[in-house]
Structures are given as C-alpha cells and as structure tokens.
C-alpha cells in the first residue's frame, strides 16, 4: 500500500492511500489477474488515533477474473489487514 497524503487538524487525520500490487487473487476460484476493470473509492471507518477521527480513502481496483469457467467475472482486491469483502470498517476498528 502507498500512502499518497496524510492531513491532520484538531478533529481528524486523513489518509488518502491506494494498493501497490501488481495483481489480485479472485475470492471464488483463486486465479491470479493482473486485468484491471475500473477503479473506485472506498471510505472505510477506522479506529481513532490521539483522540481524533481516522478517515481513509482507499483508491481500490476491480479485477478481471481470467478463468473462463469462474462464476465471478470482476471482482474487487482487498488490502490485507486493512479490508475485507463488504466490510465497512477496517479489520482493527471491527474487532
């Protein structure tokens, strides 16, 4: 992950950041694609630091999935540690 800007004042930290791999695994059969479909941001919710508000924005990428018998024909990379599918909040601010 890069973290392309960070502002901090006395209510909120934000951290603009996008992932750096080269490819993704597709969740439904594991292929390896390094096809990008689009790309788009995502806001999730993240535990607060030194009393203030963290607010992500994350610049993910959407996939194409390259096995022609998958049922997934797109899918979305996920940052490990940080993201998980459908998740609205980071790993650490869900517990």
């Known amino acids: 992950m890069a973290?392309?800007?960070v502002e901090v004042n006395d209510e909120a930290v934000q951290i603009?950041?996008?992932s750096t791999a080269a490819e993704a695994a597709c969740p439904v059969c594991g292929r390896w694609s390094s096809r990008i479909h689009s790309s788009y941001?995502?806001?999730p919710a993240d535990v607060?630091?030194?009393g203030r508000r963290v607010v992500l924005c994350l610049r993910v990428?959407?996939?194409f999935c390259l096995d022609a018998?998958?049922?997934r024909r797109t899918f979305v990379e996920q940052l490990p540690g940080l993201t998980r599918r459908y998740g609205r909040r980071t790993v650490a601010a869900a517990g």
């Open 3 to 5: 973290v392309l800007s």
């Open 48 to 50: 607060s630091s030194a």
């Open 16 to 18: 603009e950041a996008r």
């Open 69 to 71: 018998w998958c049922a």
């Open 61 to 63: 990428r959407r996939f």
């Open 41 to 43: 941001l995502r806001f």
